[in-house]
């Protein structure tokens, strides 16, 4: 069992930074990737970025590649999503979720939610102009 709880959402302005956070709790294996997902109003949820616990691999979607970048804290067991240069589009609710893998987990599977067993209920991001 993984336990996850984002934080650290909230309001933002178009060309601004936040850093939506997410700590672990329970199990959190070497073999596990670690993902933020996000789902804009009208949308359905899709991946944003993923890392794998063990080596620290990271993958970003195209749609934020250049803007967002995925790091972890391992002392604290804590997932962060670094959001820069944001977009009134990236208004979301963000979820982190973890799932079994291996290194060679293809990006398909990397941001398909139906991969993830494990996710927090959701922080709120609003961006402005």
């Known amino acids: 069992q993984v336990q996850l709880a984002e934080s650290g959402g909230g309001s933002g302005q178009a060309g601004g930074a936040l850093r939506p956070s997410c700590p672990a709790s329970g199990h959190t294996y070497s073999s596990h990737w670690l993902g933020w997902f996000r789902q804009r109003p009208g949308h359905v949820r899709e991946g944003g970025a993923a890392?794998?616990?063990?080596?620290?691999?990271?993958y970003i979607a195209d749609s934020v590649k250049g803007r967002f970048t995925i790091s972890r804290d391992k002392a604290k067991n804590t997932l962060y999503l670094q959001m820069n240069s944001l977009k009134p589009e990236d208004t979301a609710m963000y979820y982190c979720?973890?799932?079994?893998?291996?290194?060679?987990?293809?990006?398909?599977?990397?941001?398909?939610?139906?991969?993830?067993?494990?996710w927090g209920q959701g922080t709120q991001v609003t961006v402005s102009l």
């Open positions: 979720a973890a799932a079994r893998g291996t290194t060679g987990s293809s990006p398909r599977w990397l941001l398909s939610e139906v991969s993830y067993s494990y």
């Open positions: 890392i794998y616990v063990g080596h620290g691999n990271k």
